[in-house]
């Protein structure tokens, strides 16, 4: 987890090696989630019923011949 300043504080969290989801709340991510700064995480789908229901969900996708998706989820403009 590294957290970068700004006017809000921006976290990112990789959880590519977590295995367990109590070592969630023992990394204190629940109070990141919900707290005042901007969680972007990694690997999320590893746990999804932890993370809020209003979440912003970005999906990357590697296709053939070098090409990208990206789908956004839970964003209403």
Known sequence: ???YEGK???YHIDLYRVEE???LDELGLRELLYGNGVS???WWTKF???FPEKAIRVTLA???EGN???KIEGLNL
């Open 62 to 64: 590697i296709l053939a």
């Open 40 to 42: 972007i995480v990694e």
């Open 1 to 3: 987890m590294v957290e």
């Open 21 to 23: 989801e109590d070592f």
């Open 68 to 70: 990208r998706s990206i």
């Open 48 to 50: 999804p019923e932890f």
């Open 8 to 10: 809000i504080p921006l």
